[in-house]
C-alpha cells in the first residue's frame, strides 16, 4: 500500500509542476512528501517519453498508468479482467476529452505491452472451473434439483416465532414461543415435546410487540 501511495504523490507532484510552471521541483518534492531526486528524474524521463511517444497512441502516459492500475485492483479484488472492460474503460476516458474511440484490437495491444498485465490475462483455464460451464453438468443438476420434494411437512403444520437468548459461555435461557390464536391449547403442553419450562403465548399475528417481549 505504501508503495503506491508514493507512486500516487509522484503522479500528483509531477501534474502539479506541469500545471504551474513557477513551482520549483524541490517545493513539489517537500510538499508531496516524495525524494526530490526521484521526482526530478521522473520529470526527466517523462519528457524524454514524451518527445519519443508516438502519436498513434490513444492514451496519454498519465492515463495508461491510470488503466493499468486499474485492471491490477479489480485483479486483486477478485474480479478477473476481460478485453472489454479494458476497451470500455478507455473509451471513458476519451469521452471526457470529446476524443475517438479506441479500436478493436487496442485493448489486445495494450495488454501484451505490459508484463504485469499479460500475466492476469494468460491465466491457464481450470478444468473443474471449465466443468461449471458445461450445459451437459448444469441441467443435469437442474433435474437433480427439480425432483426434491417441495415440502417435507404433511400440511397440517402452523408458523410459530420463537424467542431464544443464549450467551458466549453457552447458558441460555427457557425459550419463548408465539402461535396465532386467542386461547391456550391443551395439547400444547400434552402432546408436544416442548421442555416443561418453555413459555407459549397465543397473539393475533404469532408476532411479537412491546407487551409480548415485557413478559
Same mark, same amino acid.
Given at each position: 500500500?505504501?508503495?503506491?501511495?508514493?507512486?500516487? =504523490?509522484?503522479?500528483?507532484?509531477i501534474?502539479?509542476?506541469?500545471?504551474?510552471?513557477r513551482?520549483?521541483?524541490? $517545493?513539489?518534492? #517537500?510538499y508531496?512528501s516524495?525524494?526530490?531526486?526521484?521526482?526530478?528524474?521522473?520529470?526527466?524521463? =517523462?519528457?524524454?517519453?514524451? /518527445?519519443?511517444?508516438?502519436?498513434?497512441h490513444?492514451?496519454?502516459?498519465?492515463?495508461e498508468?491510470?488503466?493499468?492500475?486499474?485492471?491490477?485492483d479489480?485483479d486483486?479484488?477478485?474480479? *478477473?479482467?476481460?478485453? #472489454?472492460s479494458?476497451?470500455d474503460?478507455? #473509451? &471513458?476516458?476519451l469521452?471526457?476529452?470529446?476524443?475517438?474511440?479506441?479500436?478493436?484490437l487496442? *485493448?489486445?495491444? @495494450?495488454?501484451k +505491452? &505490459?508484463? /504485469?498485465l $499479460?500475466? =492476469?490475462f494468460?491465466?491457464?483455464?481450470n @478444468? +473443474?472451473? *471449465?466443468?461449471?460451464?458445461?450445459?451437459?453438468?448444469i /441441467?443435469?443438476w437442474?433435474?437433480?434439483v427439480?425432483?426434491i420434494?417441495?415440502?417435507?411437512?404433511?400440511?397440517?403444520?402452523?408458523?410459530?416465532t420463537?424467542?431464544?437468548?443464549?450467551n458466549?459461555?453457552? /447458558?441460555?435461557?427457557?425459550?419463548f414461543?408465539?402461535v +396465532?390464536?386467542?386461547?391456550?391449547?391443551?395439547?400444547?403442553?400434552?402432546e408436544?415435546?416442548?421442555?416443561?419450562?418453555? *413459555?407459549?403465548?397465543p397473539?393475533?399475528? =404469532?408476532?411479537?410487540n412491546?407487551?409480548?417481549g415485557?413478559e
Amino acid at each position: 500500500m505504501e508503495i503506491h501511495s508514493k507512486e500516487a =504523490r509522484i503522479v500528483l507532484a509531477i501534474e502539479t509542476i506541469e500545471l504551474n510552471k513557477r513551482l520549483t521541483i524541490r $517545493k513539489a518534492a #517537500n510538499y508531496y512528501s516524495v525524494p526530490r531526486s526521484t521526482l526530478f528524474d521522473r520529470i526527466q524521463d =517523462r519528457s524524454n517519453i514524451a /518527445e519519443n511517444r508516438p502519436k498513434s497512441h490513444n492514451l496519454t502516459e498519465l492515463e495508461e498508468e491510470v488503466l493499468i492500475q486499474y485492471i491490477i485492483d479489480m485483479d486483486d479484488r477478485g474480479f *478477473a479482467p476481460k478485453l #472489454n472492460s479494458v476497451e470500455d474503460m478507455a #473509451n &471513458y476516458m476519451l469521452e471526457t476529452q470529446g476524443a475517438k474511440k479506441v479500436g478493436k484490437l487496442w *485493448a489486445h495491444r @495494450f495488454v501484451k +505491452q &505490459y508484463s /504485469e498485465l $499479460k500475466i =492476469r490475462f494468460n491465466r491457464v483455464y481450470n @478444468f +473443474q472451473r *471449465a466443468l461449471c460451464e458445461d450445459p451437459e453438468l448444469i /441441467e443435469e443438476w437442474f433435474r437433480l434439483v427439480s425432483n426434491i420434494s417441495k415440502a417435507i411437512q404433511s400440511g397440517n403444520r402452523e408458523w410459530a416465532t420463537a424467542i431464544i437468548c443464549g450467551n458466549g459461555e453457552g /447458558e441460555t435461557i427457557p425459550s419463548f414461543l408465539m402461535v +396465532q390464536g386467542q386461547y391456550h391449547l391443551s395439547n400444547w403442553y400434552t402432546e408436544s415435546d416442548f421442555p416443561a419450562d418453555w *413459555a407459549i403465548k397465543p397473539t393475533s399475528n =404469532r408476532w411479537t410487540n412491546n407487551e409480548t417481549g415485557l413478559e
